[in-house]
């Protein structure tokens, strides 16, 4: 299992800077790449890097995300997001199901400028509605996941594409180190340490990979 072709856009496409999906001052992108295969059942793991810094100090909502989708519709969204009515407020925001306004949480304050490390848990229940959890490191991965910094639950029938996208605000930052997995200890080995973000992103072409363990 793995990636189905390569990156398309509906608009403006992400510049690639030291190796990393980059939005500019202004810039705003949405470009997805499709899954080999559609994920609709067990558990799926999705981690990456990524950075937000705000260029101005203004009254505007700032969005940069990764989300899954299925048949072009985002089923789930992980956020660096500021809100317009208060700068200050830098929070990571959870949002699963095709409507944003529902099955949300919100919290977990950020630094602007400073590189994380996000991972997004999705459960399939063939029962009803799906547990989603997220959590954000400043640091190195744990070896084993802890309580999550937030959750929901919303009904998501399969995951057939990745989004990352930016709303082209008055911000810089960069997504990368972008792994998919059904195991969370393949998330551990596969994104790199911190202090190992530099050099990759010197030597490196923006990284993707997709794991997906076979059980006998």
């Given at each position: ?148 910094l937030l ?42 340490e911190p ?22």
């Amino acid at each position: 299992t793995g990636w189905s072709g390569n990156w398309t856009t509906d608009g403006t496409s992400f510049n690639v800077v030291d190796g990393a999906a980059y939005t500019g001052d202004l810039d705003a992108f949405r470009n997805s790449r499709t899954l080999s295969t559609s994920q609709s059942t067990g558990t799926l793991y999705f981690a990456w890097t990524g950075v937000k810094q705000r260029t101005q100090d203004i009254n505007e909502t700032q969005v940069l995300a990764l989300s899954g989708m299925d048949g072009g519709t985002e089923e789930f969204s992980l956020q660096f997001r500021t809100d317009g009515s208060d700068v200050d407020n830098e929070y990571f925001l959870l949002y699963g199901g095709s409507d944003s306004s529902t099955g949300s949480d919100s919290g977990g304050l950020y630094t602007e400028g400073s590189q994380y490390t996000l991972v997004l848990e999705l459960n399939f229940n063939t029962g009803g509605e799906e547990t989603i959890s997220a959590w954000a490191f400043s640091g190195g991965l744990p070896t084993t996941l802890g309580s999550a910094l937030l959750t929901t639950s919303a009904p998501v029938n399969s995951i057939d594409s990745i989004l990352l996208q930016s709303n082209g605000k008055r911000m810089t930052g960069s997504l990368d180190n972008i792994v998919i997995a059904t195991e969370y200890s393949d998330i551990v080995s596969a994104i790199p340490e911190p202090s190992t973000y530099a050099t990759l992103f010197g030597i490196c072409a923006m990284t993707f990979a997709m794991i997906r363990r076979r059980h006998a």
